[in-house]
C-alpha cells in the first residue's frame, strides 16, 4: 500500500511540474524560437506539397541563410507583401486554372519582386522570360507590344513551361529550378551527378539557392508576423476596377486615346504596360483588350 502511495505521490509530483511547465513555457519558446524577429526558423517547409529535407546539414544552413537575407531586407520584403496583394488575386486563379499549384506565385516573387522589372540578360516582365521564350510560348514580343509585360498573359505562359518540367521531371522543386537553370542544364547535372533531387544536386550557386528563395518568401508572407513584419490590410495595394476595352484597329496616339477615355497617357500605360510605343500599330486587325481604370484617379 505504502509503494503504491509513493507511485502515486512522484506521478503527482510530475504531473505538476509538467503544468508547471507548459504553464510558463509559452514566452520561453517564443524566445528560444524567435517568433517576432528574422532569427524565426519553421520545424518544416514544403514546396507544392513536397517537403524539404531539413535534417540534412547543409539544406538546413541554405534554407537559414535565405530567411535571414530576405526577413532582413525590411523594405524590400514590406513592399513585396504590400504588392503580393494586388498581384497574387490574378496570379492564383490563372495557376489553380493551369493545375499548377499555388505555391508557384512565389517564384514570381523571387523572379521580379512582383514589378515589371528588366534583368541584364534581356528578361522582362513580373515572370522574366527573355524574347525567345516568350515567343515561343504564345505572347507577341516586339517594339510596339511586348505581352511579357501583361500579367495575365505572362503568368499563362509560365504555367505552360512549368507543366512542361514537371512532366519532364517528375516533381515541382525541380521544375522550379529549371525556371531558372533551364531544363537541359538541370537534366545534365542529373544525368552527371547520378541524382534526381534538387536537394542532392550540386548546382550553380544561383539555381543551389532559388528553389531555398522561393521557400524563405513564402514563409515570411505567409507568416509575416513570426519574423517580425507588420503590414495592416489598409497598407496592402489594392487592385483599381478597370472596364476592358477591345480593338481591332491602329490607334495613332495613344495620349490623345487616353484622354477620349476620361485618363491620361501616364495612367493608360501603368495598367497596360504592355504597349511599348506612343502608338499602337495594328495593320492585321488582331483584337487587343485595353484596361481602363474606372475610379482611383
Do not use: C
Given at each position: 500500500?505504502?509503494?503504491i502511495q509513493?507511485?502515486a505521490?512522484?506521478?503527482?509530483?510530475?504531473?505538476?511540474?509538467?503544468?508547471?511547465?507548459?504553464?510558463?513555457?509559452?514566452?520561453?519558446?517564443?524566445?528560444?524560437?524567435?517568433?517576432?524577429t528574422?532569427?524565426?526558423?519553421?520545424?518544416?517547409?514544403?514546396?507544392?506539397?513536397?517537403?524539404?529535407?531539413?535534417?540534412?546539414?547543409?539544406?538546413?544552413?541554405?534554407?537559414?541563410?535565405e530567411?535571414?537575407?530576405?526577413?532582413n531586407?525590411?523594405?524590400?520584403t514590406?513592399?513585396?507583401?504590400?504588392?503580393?496583394?494586388?498581384?497574387?488575386?490574378?496570379?492564383?486563379?490563372?495557376?489553380?486554372?493551369?493545375?499548377?499549384?499555388?505555391?508557384?506565385?512565389?517564384?514570381?516573387?523571387?523572379?521580379?519582386?512582383l514589378?515589371?522589372?528588366?534583368?541584364?540578360?534581356?528578361?522582362?516582365?513580373?515572370w522574366?522570360?527573355?524574347?525567345?521564350t516568350?515567343?515561343?510560348?504564345?505572347?507577341e514580343?516586339?517594339?510596339v507590344?511586348?505581352?511579357?509585360?501583361?500579367?495575365?498573359?505572362?503568368t499563362?505562359?509560365?504555367c505552360?513551361?512549368?507543366?512542361?518540367?514537371?512532366?519532364?521531371?517528375?516533381n515541382?522543386?525541380?521544375a522550379?529550378?529549371?525556371?531558372?537553370?533551364?531544363?537541359?542544364?538541370?537534366?545534365?547535372?542529373?544525368t552527371?551527378?547520378k541524382v534526381?533531387d534538387?536537394?542532392?544536386?550540386?548546382?550553380?550557386?544561383?539555381?543551389?539557392?532559388?528553389?531555398?528563395?522561393?521557400?524563405?518568401l513564402?514563409?515570411?508572407?505567409?507568416?509575416p508576423?513570426?519574423?517580425?513584419?507588420?503590414?495592416s490590410?489598409?497598407?496592402l495595394?489594392?487592385?483599381?476596377?478597370?472596364?476592358t476595352?477591345?480593338?481591332?484597329?491602329?490607334?495613332?496616339?495613344?495620349?490623345?486615346?487616353?484622354?477620349?477615355?476620361?485618363?491620361?497617357?501616364?495612367?493608360?500605360?501603368?495598367?497596360?504596360?504592355?504597349?511599348?510605343?506612343?502608338?499602337?500599330?495594328?495593320?492585321t486587325?488582331?483584337?487587343?483588350?485595353?484596361?481602363?481604370?474606372t475610379?482611383?484617379?
Open positions: 500500500m505504502k509503494k509513493v507511485v505521490l512522484i506521478a503527482l509530483m510530475v504531473l505538476v511540474s509538467g503544468l508547471f511547465v507548459f504553464a510558463t513555457s509559452g514566452d520561453e519558446k517564443k524566445k528560444i524560437l524567435h517568433e517576432g528574422a532569427q524565426y526558423f519553421p520545424t518544416t517547409v514544403d514546396f507544392a506539397g513536397e517537403k524539404a529535407p531539413l535534417q540534412i546539414a547543409d539544406v538546413k544552413e541554405r534554407f537559414d541563410r530567411l535571414l537575407v530576405n526577413a531586407l525590411h523594405s524590400s514590406i513592399l513585396i507583401i504590400k504588392r503580393a496583394n494586388r498581384a497574387f488575386p490574378i496570379i492564383e486563379p490563372i495557376l489553380k486554372k493551369y493545375g499548377v499549384p499555388d505555391d508557384f506565385k512565389y517564384l514570381a516573387v523571387i523572379e521580379s519582386a514589378t515589371n522589372a528588366v534583368s541584364a540578360s534581356g528578361a522582362k516582365g513580373v522574366q522570360f527573355m524574347p525567345e516568350a515567343k515561343e510560348k504564345g505572347m514580343v516586339n517594339d507590344v511586348d505581352e511579357r509585360y501583361h500579367l495575365q498573359k505572362s499563362e505562359a509560365a505552360k513551361y512549368l507543366l512542361t518540367a514537371k512532366e519532364k521531371f517528375g515541382w522543386t525541380l522550379a529550378a529549371s525556371y531558372n537553370g533551364g531544363m537541359n542544364g538541370v537534366n545534365n547535372k542529373i552527371e551527378q534526381s534538387y536537394y542532392d544536386l550540386l548546382l550553380t550557386d544561383e539555381t543551389s539557392r532559388y528553389v531555398f528563395r522561393i521557400l524563405a513564402k514563409e515570411i508572407m505567409k507568416n508576423q513570426l519574423y517580425g513584419f507588420d503590414v490590410k489598409y497598407e495595394y489594392q487592385n483599381i476596377p478597370t472596364k476595352l477591345e480593338v481591332d484597329s491602329s490607334i495613332t496616339d495613344l495620349a490623345t486615346f487616353a484622354k477620349s477615355q476620361g485618363i491620361n497617357y501616364k495612367i493608360l500605360k501603368i495598367h497596360n504596360p504592355w504597349l511599348r510605343d506612343k502608338k499602337l500599330a495594328n495593320p486587325k488582331k483584337k487587343y483588350l485595353i484596361e481602363i481604370p475610379e482611383g484617379y
